[in-house]
């Protein structure tokens, strides 16, 4: 899975600190940075990424727009503690779309954006 990102760093403040994802990979290249990480005990690697990194300007410049307005949604992640980790994110500063509310669907969530605009939801396990 590929995340873009605007800043590796406020990115591994919010999917590492915050969430509690691990740091599985680092890599720099010609001024851009691919960060992947995972949940603990999982294998699956999700790839924080710049937009214009491997990219065409036009390409980068396209990806970002749709970043920077909102539009893509990164991913749905589930915690066994949702009312701890919504906390843990707001007082990182996360710009909160819903507190935890139990949804019509069954499931109690809530949904966040990550410090690049990418729509996060996070449900109770």
């Not at 996360?94 to 729509?119: F, H, K």
Request: glycine share 10%.
């Amino acid at each position: 899975m590929f995340i873009p990102v605007h800043d590796p760093d406020q990115a591994l403040d919010f999917y590492h600190e915050a969430l509690g994802l691990e740091i599985l990979n680092d890599v720099s290249s010609d001024g851009f940075r691919w960060v992947t990480v995972g949940a603990p005990g999982q294998d699956v690697g999700i790839v924080l990424f710049q937009p214009h990194g491997g990219r065409s300007q036009a390409e980068g410049d396209a990806l970002l727009a749709l970043v920077t307005k909102g539009s893509l949604q990164a991913a749905i992640f589930r915690s066994d503690d949702l009312d701890a980790t919504f906390e843990r994110l707001r007082a990182r500063g996360a710009e909160i779309l819903q507190e935890p509310t139990s949804q019509p669907w069954g499931v109690r969530d809530c949904a966040v954006r990550d410090p690049s605009g990418n729509l996060v939801r996070i449900a109770q396990a």
